[in-house]
Nanobody, 120 residues
Framework: QVQLVESGGGLVQAGESLGLSCAAS????????MAWYRQESGKQRRWVAT???????SYAGFVKGRFTISRDNAKNTVYLQMNRLQPEDTAVYYC??????????????WGQGTQVTVSS
């Protein structure tokens, strides 16, 4: 079994920063892609950022320049540093990872989500 557990959500004011983390645990052979998505109230979940291995992350246009994705492979953890937050960033943030449970099999796993609320 593989689990992803997010932490770090909360309530902040516009212009402030917040960091999220997501730790993977369980029967992990190798973690491939790690990413963050978010779901604003009443809207579909949408992609925020992705990081593959130790490469530089890629970002959705609406967070580029404000958010930074990173990962610590030794800790099986992905991070999302969010700066200059705005009320429109209010959402439930989910992490996801493509994980090999053995040499041949990989699956996509999702965390339970963490609420980020930005007040104006």
């Amino acid at each position: 079994q593989v689990q992803l557990v997010e932490s770090g959500g909360g309530l902040v004011q516009a212009g402030e920063s917040l960091g999220l983390s997501c730790a993977a645990s369980g029967s992990i052979y190798r973690i491939n892609t790690m990413a963050w998505y978010r779901q604003e109230s009443g809207k579909q979940r949408r992609w925020v950022a992705t990081i593959i291995g130790d490469e530089t992350g890629s970002y959705a246009g609406f967070v580029k320049g404000r958010f930074t994705i990173s990962r610590d492979n030794a800790k099986n953890t992905v991070y999302l540093q969010m700066n200059r937050l705005q009320p429109e960033d209010t959402a439930v943030y989910y992490c996801t990872a493509n994980i090999n449970i053995d040499r041949w099999s990989s699956n996509d796993y999702w965390g339970q989500g963490t609420q980020v609320t930005v007040s104006s």
